[in-house]
């Protein structure tokens, strides 16, 4: 995504999505050149942040069974963008919207990106900065989801426009417990390991 209309997205949102519109980015381009970099963030975060900061992340695991962990993260992520996408385009029919898949891929692929930059910050070894950065990451991508709404829907009917945001909001929130429950199930399956393959 072009520098510019991330900063638009953040600082004036509106703009930022007809900006991000007006480019016409096809389903592909966006999961290569949107989804897969911005989702290879948080697990490199976690390996770097539990190798050199490991007062930060409780001593949990070695460095090539966290490194097993951040894999499985990463794979999560790009499989949880487009099954979000179909349960965006499911709760847009309910509010008697019916866009096609690409719509809601976009809202999809773009709407994370505040909580994907969020684990940068682990490379601080504070607690209290990484919590308040991720609150203030989980409202920026809340408000990414209410501007985006009206703009990739072309939806200028307020009460279905709330219905739709509530709906997706839920499922973003109901994706991202999934997505912690999973991280620590393998994260608990990996502690259980005798052996892991060594970084080469």
Known sequence: MNPVTLFKLFFTPS???RAL????PSVHRLYL???IPFSLIPPLMIYLAGNNHSELLFKLLPGNKLLLVALAIFIVQLVAVPVMASIIRQLAEIAEIHPPFKDAFTLAAVAPTPLWMAPVFLLIPDFSVNIAVTS???MAAAGFIYYGIPEVFNLREQGHALLLFGGILMAGIIGWAFLMICSLLVWSSV???DFAPALS
Do not use: E, F, T
Request: hydrophobic content about 50%; proline content about 0%.
């Open 21 to 24: 519109l007006d480019s016409k």
């Open 136 to 138: 203030l990451a989980m």
């Open 191 to 193: 502690q259980s390991l």
């Open 33 to 35: 050149l949107h989804v």
């Open 15 to 17: 703009r930022g999505w």
